[in-house]
């Protein structure tokens, strides 16, 4: 009874904190809501009118529900970069940063399944997700195993800080006997939702765009990329608008494994580049519809071509230490590196693997109006989710939000 005494204290507390705040605090909820209630619109269009609205068909079925999602899987694995070395390597310089960096996991993961729903049509289907209930085929069909690393993934971002938090809630220090396992646990589960993802991709034999050995850790280089520079900008936001403040050498950290996976994910870029075009083969085709267009077809070619200068200027600038520390410079990189992977590894991934399709159609896809109003509504759906965990979990950690015993 006690504890569940201090939960509702807790909840109560949290609301009262949520619904606090300065005029541009506000404001920026307001926004967030209001681009919700555009997404809402958008996707009550498409529950009633079918999928039809989209751009998908059926030569190009995953669109910009699915790259959104294969993006978000990568930025939700990347906590794993501060959990690591927070709790399993005990370096003090990531603590202040990690909880952050775990509630970015849940936004993102929340919002990987909410793609993943929009992306079906509608909630009508989701039955079949559930094992024991729906068509789960579990273990053959990949699909399954990506929901199952998801849900647990998200599990045990939820559960970690929840513990934590509600340890220093009521003002006691956390067991690490309670939370070390579960840390262990998801590194090496981080690990499983980007490998399973990529084997979901990999796996499917009448796209030989995907059929590459170095997907998989490919995905990996490019998850702990992005994600972290996400993580950066996020840092340097809260520690200009709130009182907790983020030191220096955390982001400084955190700013030299962005540069490290970024300069391993161009050279995995480099060496698929070689692959597709030294020696090319009629397989070779989706690599060229997106590099340098096909048959006068080429949608993709504004995004990649955007994408690829980005990410080579941004990991070169990282690669130079003076470059680097200054943080000017760093938010810059870590702005156009998240926007490059963000293009590579949504619309340069899964479209070409449509085009052309496997009878040599080519079908272009270009995103309607009412996908892109779903995907905006997802994004603030996650920045909202993301604001309410910060603004709660920076109270706690500042010791403004304390339980009171009656």
Request: charged share 15%.
């Amino acid at each position: 009874m006690s504890r569940l005494r201090v939960f509702r204290s807790l909840v109560k507390d949290s609301l009262d904190a949520i619904t606090h705040g300065s005029k541009r605090y506000h404001l920026w909820m307001a926004a967030l809501t209001f681009i919700m209630l555009v997404g809402m619109y958008c996707y009550s269009i498409q529950l009633d009118e079918g999928l039809s609205v989209t751009g998908m068909t059926d030569r190009v079925s995953w669109g910009l529900y699915i790259s959104n999602f294969t993006f978000l899987v990568g930025v939700a694995a990347a906590a794993v970069m501060l959990v690591m070395p927070t709790y399993v390597l005990k370096d003090v310089d990531f603590k202040q940063a990690v909880l952050i960096g775990e509630g970015l996991a849940v936004a993102a993961l929340i919002m990987c399944l909410a793609f993943v729903v929009a992306d079906m049509g509608g909630p009508s289907v989701l039955w079949h997700m559930i094992p024991g209930i729906g068509v789960f085929n579990f273990p053959n069909s990949m699909l399954t195993w990506d929901v199952l690393v998801l849900n647990g993934y998200l599990f045990l971002n939820i559960t970690i800080p929840f513990y934590i938090l509600f340890r220093h809630y009521q003002g006691k220090e956390s067991k690490k006997s309670v939370y070390v396992p579960g840390a262990i646990l998801s590194v090496f589960w981080a690990v499983g939702i980007h490998l399973v993802t990529a084997f979901l991709y990999q796996g499917l034999q009448a796209r030989p765009f995907w059929n590459n050995a170095l997907l998989g850790p490919r995905f990996l280089a490019s998850a702990f990329a992005a994600g972290p520079a996400l993580i950066i900008l996020v840092l340097a936001i809260i520690r200009n608008f709130t009182e907790f403040k983020i030191q220096d050498k955390t982001i400084k950290k955190i700013a030299m494994v962005v540069t490290v996976a970024a300069q391993i994910n161009l050279i995995m870029l480099v060496s698929e580049l070689f692959k597709e075009f030294y020696a090319p083969t009629h397989h070779s085709e989706s690599a060229y519809y997106l590099f340098f267009g096909l048959h006068g077809k080429n949608a993709l070619l504004p995004w990649i071509w955007t994408a690829i200068p980005l990410n080579v200027l941004a990991t070169v600038l990282l690669t130079f230490h003076k470059l680097r520390n200054n943080f000017k410079v760093l938010y810059f990189c870590c702005f156009i590196l998240f926007i490059a992977i963000w293009i590579e590894k949504g619309f340069g991934l899964i479209v070409p693997g449509f085009i052309p399709g496997p009878y040599g159609k080519i079908a272009e896809y270009t995103p309607t109006g009412i996908e892109i109003g779903v995907t905006l509504g997802i994004w603030a759906l996650g920045a909202f989710v993301f604001t309410v965990l910060a603004k709660t979990a920076i109270g706690i950690e500042l010791g403004k939000l304390r339980y009171k015993k009656q």
